[in-house]
């Protein structure tokens, strides 16, 4: 039995009802989300999985990008739009 949105599902809500047409990587929402704390796998994953929830409630979309110079791949979401980076 559900118990409605917890506390990650309604922090990403609030973010990204201030910032609308914002891109965020899952590291991004979960310094956001956890403020003052060490950012750890199981944060991500927490973040990420209430993303993954929530994206057809918000219109998200996730896509990997790699920043320039770098190896590694990150997971970024956000609203795709015609105008919006993930277009």
């Known amino acids: 039995m559900s118990r409605g949105p917890g506390h ?11 910032q609308p047409g914002k891109v965020f990587s899952t590291a991004e929402l979960a310094t956001l989300i956890y403020p003052g704390q060490i950012i750890t796998k199981s944060n991500r994953d ?5 993303l993954r ?6 219109g998200l979309t996730r896509c990997r990008s790699r920043p320039w110079k770098s ?5 970024v979401w956000g609203v795709n ?3 919006s ?3």
């Open 46 to 50: 927490a973040v990420d999985r209430a």
């Open 81 to 83: 739009t015609p105008s």
């Open 71 to 75: 190896t590694a791949w990150r997971n």
């Open 53 to 58: 929830q929530l994206a057809p409630q918000l």
């Open 8 to 18: 990650v599902q309604r922090a990403i809500v609030a973010i990204y009802a201030e």
């Open 85 to 87: 980076p993930l277009a």
